[in-house]
């Protein structure tokens, strides 16, 4: 089973993570054999947290409760606070996600946590644009590493953009192979392009009992 750890902190930036958890929670479009998922937030406390939408939301974890394994992914969305030095923790947490094989996924501010801390330094990466990682984070090594889409995976590191968060989202269920790939593709080509052809093409992948 795939436990999904949603880090939640104080200005989290709603929009980013509305595909990826809505999918993975719901399991609408998963295919007949797909693992089970749980998905979890976490926070630094269990005190609540005020999204940039205006939304609280109360975490089920705090970060020492984290099991690492294989199954285990960490998303780490975008916020205006990623600079307050206690995020660290969850950023440690991550690089031990990294070094486990678990799945780690950031997009927008909370790659620049993740380049802060190294850990963009020799992987494949992306963020919100050629020059924002040197800006927003002092010793930050990866420029050779970087490339300039809205989001990439490399193995069990999938970053993002703050525009890329449908991409992203593709990229985090690919990985967790929870949609047949036809399901997939029709997904992104219908939320990316709008055109009914491809919500048809959706609905034709699904067992027929749905």
């Known amino acids: 089973m795939f436990t999904i750890y949603v880090y939640v902190l104080d200005t989290l930036a ?8 809505a999918e993975l929670n719901s399991r609408r479009f ?16 269990r005190e609540p947290v005020k999204t940039m939408g205006g939304l609280t939301i109360v975490p089920d974890h705090i970060i020492d409760d984290l099991a690492i394994t294989e199954e285990s992914v960490l998303l780490l969305p975008g916020a205006d606070t990623w600079d307050q030095p206690r995020h660290r923790a969850v950023i440690e947490k991550a690089r031990a996600f990294l070094a486990a094989g678990a ?11 993740l380049a802060a801390a190294g850990l963009l330094d020799e992987r494949p990466h992306t963020s ?6 040197e800006m927003v984070s002092p010793g930050y090594k990866g420029q050779s590493y970087y490339v300039d889409q809205p989001s990439l995976a490399d ?56």
């Open 30 to 45: 998963f295919k007949k054999d797909a693992p089970k998922v749980s998905v979890k937030t976490v926070g630094l406390s």
């Open 155 to 210: 193995r069990n590191l999938i970053t993002a953009g703050s525009t890329g968060a449908l991409l992203w989202a593709k990229q985090i269920i690919k990985r967790l192979q929870v949609f047949r790939p036809d399901t997939l593709d029709a997904w992104y080509d219908y939320f990316r392009t709008g055109e009914v052809r491809h919500f048809f093409a959706l609905m034709g992948t699904l067992p027929a009992d749905r």
């Open 14 to 21: 709603d929009w980013e993570l509305g595909y990826v958890v």
């Open 128 to 133: 919100n644009g050629p020059g924002y990682l």
């Open 103 to 113: 799945t780690v996924c950031a997009i927008c501010g909370a790659t620049a946590a």
